[in-house]
T-cell receptor, first 113, second 114 residues
Framework: AQSVTQPDIHITVSEGASLELRCNYS??????LFWYVQSPGQGLQLLLK??????LVQGIKGFEAEFKRSQSSFNLRKPSVHWSDAAEYFC???????????FGTGTLLAVQP | KAGVTQTPRYLIKTRGQQVTLSCSPI?????VSWYQQTPGQGLQFLFE???????NKGNFPGRFSGRQFSNSRSEMNVSTLELGDSALYLC?????????????FGPGTRLLVL
């Protein structure tokens, strides 16, 4: 069965520090992978996606993610965090035959001044 | 292009009532999916509609139903509301019809069941 694991429920980083949010997935074939961000009381905003090709994908707001098939991971990174990045981040996996997304439990990011 | 719109944004109902939520996808998009978000269960897929047909369904009871109109707008209905149905209901809009496309989410409808 497909599943997504985000091991870190809550992360606190200092403004200007680098960030890496972990995501591991379980899926029998090549997955479609997504990262979304959700600010309080808001919907989900797409940060980036991986369908195929280059395993390092660039997204909005300076985020990037790397697909590592051997580790079943799709970690999200940002070299320098801004206070406005404080939000909840969700990793999701999709299957080829459906638009259904399976989401991880999310990682809540706090940014210290 | 306007984004995904959902109405109403907030709703308060009592147990046993029914509720209808509405979602208008991005212009030109034909796929609409619905998700339920709760603190305990996280984000869970309810169902997906494409060209007025339900294409996929999640593991929710039959009290949860939906439909899609010819203009791609979608409604979701929950009958006989239970306290546990309190959640943020998110609608996602997808493009031209091939499976697994990028989905864009609306702001959600927050439902409180008393």
């Amino acid at each position: 069965a497909q599943s997504v694991t985000q091991p870190d429920i809550h992360i606190t980083v200092s403004e200007g520090a680098s960030l890496e949010l972990r995501c591991n997935y379980s899926y029998g074939a090549t997955p479609y992978l997504f990262w979304y961000v959700q600010s309080p009381g808001q919907g989900l905003q797409l940060l980036l996606k991986y369908f195929s090709g280059d395993t390092l994908v660039q997204g909005i707001k300076g985020f990037e993610a790397e697909f590592k098939r051997s580790q079943s991971s799709f970690n999200l990174r940002k070299p320098s965090v801004h206070w406005s990045d404080a939000a909840e981040y969700f990793c999701a996996v999709g299957a080829r035959a459906t638009n259904k997304l399976i989401f991880g439990t999310g990682t809540l990011l706090a940014v210290q001044p | 292009k306007a984004g995904v719109t959902q109405t109403p944004r907030y709703l308060i109902k009592t147990r046993g009532q029914q509720v209808t939520l509405s979602c208008s996808p991005i212009s030109g998009h034909r796929s609409v999916s619905w998700y339920q978000q709760t603190p305990g269960q996280g984000l869970q897929f309810l169902f997906e509609y494409f060209s007025e047909t339900q294409r996929n369904k999640g593991n929710f009871p039959g009290r949860f139903s939906g439909r899609q109109f010819s203009n791609s707008r979608s409604e979701m209905n929950v009958s006989t509301l239970e306290l546990g149905d309190s959640a943020l209901y998110l609608c996602a809009s997808g493009g031209g019809g091939s499976t697994q496309e990028t989905q864009y989410f609306g702001p959600g409808t927050r439902l409180l069941v008393l």
